[in-house]
């Protein structure tokens, strides 16, 4: 295993480059539940990477497919050109998205799948004939990645506040996050389905005709775990509908089994109009995006297009051979192994072992759906992040892998996560915790 001799060159997206590079956290391999560090030591993936490597690392079905799909067709051009696994995979995934939800866009990342979404929806706004439809409303603390649309209609601050203006046209919706009322909710939260007629205020203030689209994570992940309130996303649905409006799920880390189920919409019962997912696509071993539409959107834009192309976007790696290749595989893997099916199963072990944690020192809540869990710490004096980055590092020392988003520590393994290793994973996330000041 190789060990760079100069951290330097790198620029690292999301993490403090100088404290990093004084003290790093490299990673030199993995396979099924675990990572390898360059000490050598085996760190336990409470995180699935970023939320993504669903089935567990090292997959040798998923590196014979890419390895196949190299030798056979390294690339072939997206545009006006086609491959048939891009078909394929296309066609799986209608099969398991919901009814009626039968078109795929494909793209590279979670960012691009919302940059995608968010365009779709008002090129679908106009060619309709609703060309004034072009306002689009996110939520506070929503995470939709980091291209300017994601951001736009994204509400973390800190992802924001540096890039100007964005686009214009955007409003947010307040978020559902209210600990004094929810704080240890297992599960769904009881309290906040009215937060969802912030949607209807907003009407009220812009006008439904300006309005093209919504977009929510069904479970917001990023920001720190919120899952919906109770009948708030039927509520916000309820609402797109009777005013013409979008609905719009971000499924990066809900789709793929992260609930139990293929999708959030199919866990939660609520049908959006598009969604988004990434990440679990490919198990994360090739880059990979898609946004997928109910039928009436694409059929709309081809059956209105006002030219011959019938949406003027695409990327040049739209549907790459190689990530086809890596998804079908993955997807195979889901369904021969029953992982949808395991995650469910596991998510009453992971909610138990979550909220066995109460009255650990500095703990002020703990929320948990499916394979996610989150315990929320409470901030050092002023200091917003230090205990969670500091309880990141210790786990880390201890072996363990878990998310600090702030002080909030998230919880999300690849699903074939079992039940001494969820134990593992939270005695161990104690130990950690009951070490740091
Ligand atoms: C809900 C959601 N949307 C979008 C993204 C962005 O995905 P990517 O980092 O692949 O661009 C993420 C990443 O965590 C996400 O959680």
Redo the contacts with the bound molecule.
């Keep these: 295993m190789s060990k760079p001799n100069n951290l330097e060159s790198l620029w690292m997206p999301f993490t403090p480059n100088k404290t990093f590079k004084k003290d790093p956290r490299i990673i030199v391999g993995a396979k099924d539940m675990h990572f390898i560090s360059e000490d050598n030591r085996q760190i336990l993936d409470g995180t699935a990477g ?2 993504c490597v669903n089935a567990g690392h090292g997959r040798k079905k998923i590196q014979e497919a890419v390895s196949e799909q190299l030798e056979t067709l390294d690339y072939s051009p997206p545009f006006q050109f086609g491959h048939p696994k891009q078909f394929e995979l296309a066609n799986r995934l209608a099969e398991i998205f919901p009814e009626g939800m039968n078109h795929v866009f494909f793209s590279n ?6 940059d995608s979404a968010l365009k779709i929806a008002l090129a679908y706004q106009r060619a309709r004939g609703h060309a004034t439809k072009t306002r689009l409303i996110g939520r506070e603390r ?6 300017f649309g ?1 951001i736009s209609v994204g509400g973390m601050v800190k992802n924001r506040m540096y890039f100007g203006s964005m686009l214009s046209g955007v409003d947010h919706l307040r978020h559902t996050h209210n600990p004094s009322v929810n704080a240890y909710s297992h599960g769904q939260p009881e309290h906040g389905a009215e937060l969802a007629d912030d949607l209807e205020r907003l009407v009220q203030l812009h006008d439904a005709s300006t309005v093209a689209a919504v977009i929510v ?1 069904p479970i ?3 920001t720190g775990v919120l899952p919906p309130p109770k009948g708030y996303l039927q509520r916000l649905r309820d609402i797109c509908t009777k005013h013409d409006i979008l609905l719009i799920f ?5 789709a793929f089994g992260r609930l139990g189920k293929a999708t959030g919409s199919d866990y939660f019962g609520i049908t959006p109009d598009i969604i ?1 997912c ?2 679990g696509l490919t198990n994360a071993t090739i ?1 990979m ?1 898609a946004t997928v539409v109910q039928d009436y959107i694409y059929e709309s834009m081809l059956e209105n297009a006002d030219a011959p192309i019938e949406l003027f976007h695409g990327y040049t790696y739209s549907g790459h051979p190689v990530a086809c290749a890596a998804a079908l595989a993955t997807l195979d893997i889901y369904q021969d192994e029953g992982l949808f099916d395991n995650a469910a199963k596991m998510s009453p072990v992971i909610e138990q072992a979550a909220h066995s944690l109460k009255g650990t020192k500095n703990i002020t809540d703990i929320r948990n759906l499916g394979v996610i869990a989150a315990i929320e710490l409470e901030p050092r004096g002023s200091t917003v992040g230090a205990r969670g980055f500091e309880t990141m590092k210790k786990a880390w020392e201890m072996g363990l892998m878990v998310r600090a988003n702030g002080d909030t520590l998230a919880f999300s393994p690849p699903l074939i996560v079992n039940e001494s290793q969820v134990d593992e994973m939270f005695t161990t996330v104690k130990k950690a915790i009951e070490q740091v000041d």
């Design positions: 970023l939320w990342s979670g960012s691009e799948a919302v929503g995470y939709h990645g980091v291209g994601g994570e917001a992940g990023s971000d499924e990066v880390i809900s988004c990434a990440k880059p995006g």
